[in-house]
């Protein structure tokens, strides 16, 4: 891999240059090659160097005679999108410092439904996080809630087409104004082993951990990892 990619060498250096660099699939997967195989492509299977190219973009071994992609176990495998498509979303996503929603998404790229805007920008932000990221620390504030459009029936906790999810940020030392690093996951419900298990995976022991009222969190915040500052009654 390459340690210190420099623009317009390794990957392009303006929209202008990605769309030259990119015309098409194929191009595109010219470059997912060179990534993923940076000293000549090998047939992950059995090893075999310098697979036959194929007329579709794959390649045929001529050891084991199975076909590769360079797509293969990648967040493109299987799409229906133009690489092209998934390209200069990546751009987009990579060159705003606020990022970009699917909505934007859809609207700048011609997309055909708001749900493939979404779906893309799904899996890049899956890949994108890091495993062994840092957990929060000092005084984090937690809670969650439900996400998801209006629909009729029950509301609050308990709404039917909704999804609940558990968030945690860092709060401003010295009883400052702003915000450090957040977290957020989707959680099956607002008990206190599923609060637990969402709090013991984002924030470092020792923390002190800032909730409301709710009645699960002084049960999935008692013992010694955590100080509790609940709501004062």
Same mark, same amino acid.
């Given at each position: 891999?390459?340690? /210190?990619?420099?623009?317009?060498?390794?990957?392009?250096? @303006?929209?202008?240059?990605?769309?030259?660099? !990119?015309?098409?699939?194929?191009?595109?997967?010219?470059?997912?090659?060179?990534?993923?195989?940076?000293?000549?492509?090998?047939?992950?299977?059995?090893?075999?160097?310098?697979?036959?190219?194929?007329?579709?973009?794959?390649?045929?071994?001529?050891?084991?005679?199975?076909?590769?992609?360079?797509?293969?176990?990648?967040? #493109?495998?299987?799409?229906?999108?133009?690489?092209?498509?998934? !390209?200069?979303?990546?751009?987009?996503?990579?060159? @705003?410092?606020?990022?970009?929603?699917?909505?934007?998404?859809?609207?700048?790229?011609?997309?055909? @439904?708001?749900?493939?805007?979404?779906?893309?920008?799904?899996?890049?932000?899956?890949?994108?996080?890091?495993?062994? /990221?840092?957990?929060?620390?000092?005084?984090?504030?937690?809670?969650?809630?439900?996400?998801?459009?209006?629909?009729?029936?029950?509301?609050?906790?308990?709404?039917?087409?909704?999804?609940?999810?558990?968030?945690?940020?860092?709060?401003?030392?010295?009883?400052?104004?702003? !915000?450090? /690093?957040? /977290?957020?996951?989707?959680?099956?419900?607002?008990?206190?082993?599923?609060?637990?298990? #969402?709090?013991?995976?984002?924030?470092?022991?020792? @923390?002190?951990?800032?909730?409301?009222?709710?009645?699960?969190?002084?049960?999935?915040?008692?013992?010694?990892?955590?100080?509790?500052?609940?709501?004062?009654?």
């Amino acid at each position: 891999m390459l340690d /210190r990619p420099k623009a317009g060498v390794h990957y392009p250096g @303006s929209l202008a240059d990605l769309r030259a660099w !990119f015309p098409d699939d194929a191009a595109c997967l010219d470059y997912l090659a060179w990534l993923r195989w940076p000293d000549g492509v090998r047939c992950p299977h059995c090893g075999g160097a310098a697979p036959w190219p194929l007329k579709d973009g794959r390649y045929s071994c001529a050891v084991c005679r199975r076909r590769v992609s360079a797509t293969a176990g990648t967040i #493109f495998a299987g799409t229906r999108t133009p690489l092209t498509v998934w !390209f200069e979303a990546a751009w987009l996503m990579t060159t @705003s410092k606020a990022g970009t929603s699917a909505l934007n998404l859809q609207r700048v790229l011609g997309l055909g @439904s708001y749900q493939t805007a979404w779906a893309m920008l799904h899996r890049y932000r899956d890949v994108m996080v890091v495993p062994a /990221r840092d957990k929060l620390s000092g005084d984090v504030e937690v809670d969650e809630t439900f996400i998801g459009g209006p629909k009729p029936g029950k509301r609050g906790r308990g709404a039917a087409g909704k999804v609940l999810v558990a968030g945690a940020i860092e709060l401003a030392p010295g009883g400052r104004l702003g !915000f450090g /690093r957040a /977290r957020l996951a989707v959680i099956p419900n607002a008990k206190a082993e599923a609060l637990r298990t #969402f709090v013991l995976a984002n924030v470092a022991p020792g @923390s002190q951990v800032v909730s409301d009222a709710l009645a699960s969190y002084p049960v999935a915040l008692a013992g010694t990892e955590y100080e509790h500052n609940p709501p004062s009654t």
